[in-house]
């Protein structure tokens, strides 16, 4: 058996940054097993596995694919609902359409192609105001004594979100350590699942302006830190919205690899989220 396979840096226009996901195109079904398989020997957070809805479609041609994503967790395999970066990399696969939808187990994701990326179609989760000695120890456990601004609580996506302070800038939450080892035996609630830390952005001066910074950390899902997320994105871009006045924003994930997204609130309630796609490898994979 011989399978297309490709690695594509999502949230990035550069080789070796933003986060990577592989991506497979099946012809037809693979047992579960062989999804495990495939992934395993990847060895990236998220392998993804596109196939035709229908014997006569063309992956590079068709709007509609099947998407189905292994997501890595402690070294066991994970079927993931919120595939975003699988699905940057899936789209930047040669397919010519201006907007593809993926079939997934958890609905349908829509993404569009734009001039400078791709564009996701996603659901935007509001973050509620948290009670800071309910999660003290935890926050002290991650950060120390970093000063804290404010900490929301989004139950739709169980994240919590913690501003840091306006006196800092970029370059302290770039190098801040944080410690998530410990983190599971602070909080082992089940309540969170992920922390966001964010920083209000700074005026551009020889380097792009951001509106808003952000690091991801999920030690309860077996992440230490995320390179790029798009869902965290989705609670981050209702706090920015409502904390800055603005729609439309300009984000900066500051992983040791690093992505942007630039991110538009609908009317809708939803929000687009784009972001580029660097492919970086390309062959076939031999079982």
């Not at 097993?33 to 041609?61: C, G, Y």
């Not at 790029?228 to 984000?251: E, N």
Request: with cysteine; proline share 5%; aromatic share 10%.
């Amino acid at each position: 058996m011989k399978l297309p396979i490709f690695i594509a840096d999502a949230f990035t226009a550069k080789a070796f940054r933003g986060n990577p996901a592989a991506v497979c195109l099946l012809e037809n079904k693979l047992d579960e097993d062989m999804h495990q398989k495939v992934a395993r020997e990847m060895n990236l957070s998220e392998t993804a596995f596109i196939r035709k809805l229908h014997p006569t479609d063309n992956f590079t041609q068709s709007k509609y694919a099947y998407l189905f994503v292994c997501l890595l967790v402690f070294g066991s395999l994970w079927h993931t609902e919120f595939p975003g970066q699988a699905v940057v990399a899936a789209y930047a696969i040669e397919n010519v359409n201006s907007t593809l939808t993926f079939v997934t187990l958890s609905g349908e994701l829509k993404a569009r192609r734009a001039e400078d990326g791709i564009i996701l179609d996603l659901p935007l989760y509001p973050a509620q105001p948290q009670d800071f000695p309910e999660v003290e120890d935890l926050i002290k456990t991650a950060i120390g004594d970093t000063l804290v601004q404010d900490v929301r609580y989004s139950p739709d996506t169980q994240k919590l979100l913690v501003r840091l302070s306006d006196i800092y800038d970029r370059s302290f939450l770039e190098n801040l350590r944080v410690n998530t080892q410990n983190l599971l035996q602070v909080d082992n609630t089940g309540k969170v699942k992920g922390l966001i830390l964010t920083l209000k952005g700074e005026p551009g001066g020889q380097t792009p302006a951001f509106d808003f910074y952000s690091r991801y950390f999920a030690p309860w899902v077996g992440v230490a830190e995320d390179p790029v997320t798009g869902s965290a994105h989705t609670v981050l871009s209702s706090y920015w919205s409502q904390q800055l006045g603005k729609k439309d924003m300009h984000a900066f994930q500051c992983s040791s690899r690093g992505g942007e997204l630039k991110i538009s609130l609908r009317p809708d309630g939803r929000v687009d989220i784009k972001g580029g796609a660097a492919l970086v490898l390309e062959g076939t994979l031999t079982a």
